[in-house]
């Protein structure tokens, strides 16, 4: 077995080994994973975070020792916590990390990182929300994880991750764990509203708020009403998204 880590500021994730193949997530700086199956332009591999498999250009990453694999395994991860910053490579030229980028693999890089950082431990659940609206108006993005383009389970990941708790990549994933909730009323904040759409397959997640509010990505990371039919968008006077399911995963 072979390791990697992402030595660059946000990397795409492929369905396949193409560049014009389907962006299905993203590398932060500093995250790291197993290589699975190596070609000569693309590896296959696993990001250690959520197990979640994809291909990558093998130009946009750097091996490390299995050693070092388990050492970040094994200790816990400090986050960016600032929307953006900036990193120092060993030619001292500044590259930007989005919030949510690992930095334990930093000086082993030969880089330095001099803004505020956040260890990978539980905080309190009240926090979610504070995190997630450090999002609002980043926009869409299908497969993206940064405050530059972001979808919808990409979002509630990473809101959960900078606060200490690991949930999986997709929403269908998601949507797998927690204990669900009989009625909007039990729900509270950060709690995960799921929707699916009309086959019944869920395609759309976002975190409760107080007062039957909801923040999640429609276009932009925004904040919308909820009731028991789903999300209504009130600029479009109508619903948008069909609830299925609210989740309380912490």
Same mark, same amino acid.
């Given at each position: ?138 926009? $869409?993005?299908? =497969? ?5 383009? #972001? +979808?919808? !389970? @990409? ?60 923040? $999640?990505?429609? =276009? ?5 009403? #909820? +009731?028991? !039919? @789903? ?20």
């Amino acid at each position: 077995m072979q390791y990697g880590i992402c030595h660059l500021s946000i990397v795409p994730l492929r369905a396949s080994a193409s560049h014009e193949s389907e962006m299905v997530s993203q590398l932060l700086y500093g995250e790291h994973f197993k290589i699975l199956e190596e070609r000569v332009h693309w590896s296959k591999i696993r990001n250690s975070f959520d197990g979640f498999e994809a291909w990558i250009d093998r130009k946009q990453y750097m091996k490390i020792e299995e050693a070092d694999y388990y050492s970040l395994e094994e200790n816990d991860l400090q986050l960016s916590s600032d929307l953006i910053e900036y990193i120092t490579d060993e030619s001292g030229l500044l590259m930007p990390v989005a919030l949510g980028s690992v930095l334990n693999f930093a000086d082993n890089l030969g880089h330095s990182y001099e803004g505020e950082r956040t260890k990978l431990s539980i905080s309190k659940k009240e926090n979610l929300i504070n995190t997630a609206l450090l999002y609002l108006n980043s926009p $869409h993005l299908w =497969g993206g994880k940064s405050p530059f383009g #972001i +979808d919808c !389970s @990409g979002f509630t990941q990473t809101v959960y991750k900078l606060n200490g708790f690991k949930i999986k990549r997709n929403a269908a994933e998601q949507a797998k764990q927690g204990e669900a909730l009989s009625f909007i009323e039990e729900s509270e904040p950060g709690d995960l509203a799921f929707f699916d759409d009309n086959d019944g397959v869920i395609n759309h997640v976002g975190l409760m708020m107080k007062d039957n509010y909801i923040i $999640h990505v429609e =276009g932009k990371v925004r904040v919308d009403r #909820i +009731d028991h !039919s @789903g999300i209504f968008n009130a600029e479009l006077r109508r619903h948008t998204h069909k609830l299925r399911v609210i989740k309380k995963i912490i």
